[in-house]
């Protein structure tokens, strides 16, 4: 596969399969994905839970759990072919990619203080650095407060934005080139949310870091990312820029969710937006476009057979047959979407 210099994960036609109790035993969570982020840039994965956003990311470096496979496509990361499984991904892991999880919690192992899990991260990486130091360092890095006493407490004397930082050390102790952030704020106050926000964003600037940001909150995206991928049902139905597709969205699903966002200068009483019924698990995916049983526009043509991707503008394109060759038709309305500043 030839990619540009400049990109450092390229993802092609990427599927990933999951056990179903239905007959034939399993299903496509991740169908056809394809995209890729270049070096240095912030891209956004969007969607509801359970559009595939993380089986796609832990697909990138071999994490898929027990049972889910990645049926075909290719993974390339600076170059070079990834493979499914085996010794290699490795090399990919740590220093190449390093991931943030949305649970801290569950990141961290309860039995074994919070220097001991960054130190092993620094070791693991960094054999010959002085890894005291080094842990330390990163505590400091990640601004916890009092990075000594910090380093023997154990997780469960943190609170919640104290044991993400620790997490995001542990993944900078890799020194990675690409860092993917899963809902990284999820169980975090709004406050907590900006403040981790923000550093990472400082982070990645200050080490030349791409950055692959999953998250279902349209807020984070149009204030981190440069670029953005609206996935529904294991399949990306619209990227773009993010100015461009928070601004002025193509696909019904897009617009939905940008309608579903309160703002503070809707008029008082006023009720708050949704997306009827819900997404389609493996296995159930209905023909045609996956998201015609819940779109407002549905029209008969998009029941059947495969929607190919249609551009609104160069960059910007979407999988919906009611986009035509100009990108015109959906213009009807968009004003009522609830676009984020």
């Known amino acids: ?3 540009p210099p400049s990109t450092l994960l390229s993802v092609e036609n990427l599927c990933v399969s999951v056990p179903v109790a239905a007959a034939g035993g399993r299903a496509r969570a991740v169908d056809g994905v394809s995209f890729s982020v270049a070096v240095g840039e912030t891209v956004a994965l969007v969607g509801e839970s359970g559009c595939g956003k993380s089986l796609t990311a832990l697909a990138l470096a071999g994490l898929l759990p027990p049972g889910v496979r990645r049926e075909h496509g290719t993974i390339s990361f600076d170059g070079a072919l990834v493979p499914a499984r085996g010794r290699a991904l490795r090399d990919v892991r740590g220093r190449g990619l390093a991931y943030i999880f949305q649970e801290p919690m569950a990141a961290l192992n309860p039995v074994l203080t919070i220097g001991t899990q960054v130190d092993e991260a620094v070791r693991r990486h960094q054999p010959d650095a002085d890894v005291a130091a080094q842990t330390l360092r990163l505590l400091e890095r ?3 407060p009092n990075p000594g006493e910090l380093r023997r407490a154990y997780p469960h004397q943190l609170s919640g934005g104290q044991c ?4 995001i050390a542990m993944a900078l102790a890799c020194r990675p080139r690409l860092l993917v952030a899963d809902e990284p704020t999820t169980a975090l106050d709004v406050t907590l949310q900006a403040q981790i926000l923000d550093l990472l964003t400082a982070l990645a600037r200050e080490d030349g870091m791409a950055m692959l940001l999953i998250t279902h909150d349209l807020g984070l995206v149009a204030r981190a990312a440069a670029r953005v991928l609206v996935m529904y049902a294991g399949t990306v139905l619209e ?3 993010v100015a461009e597709v928070l601004r002025t969205p193509v ?3 897009t617009r939905g969710l940008l309608a579903a966002v309160p703002r503070l200068d ?5 009720p708050l937006h949704g997306i009827e019924g819900s997404v389609p698990g493996p296995g159930r995916r209905p023909p045609g ?3 015609h049983p819940r779109c407002p526009q549905v029209q008969s043509a998009c029941r059947a057979g495969s929607i190919s991707p249609t551009e609104r503008q160069p960059d910007h394109w979407a999988r919906c047959r009611l986009l035509n060759e100009d990108g015109n038709r959906l213009r009807l309305g968009l004003e009522e979407a609830h676009a984020v500043p």
């Open 1 to 3: 596969m030839n990619t």
């Open 142 to 144: 990640v601004s916890l």
């Open 164 to 167: 993400q930082r620790a997490v």
């Open 239 to 241: 990227e773009g820029p």
């Open 251 to 253: 696909h019904p699903y």
């Open 266 to 270: 809707d008029p008082l009483g006023q």
């Open 289 to 291: 476009c996956v998201f």
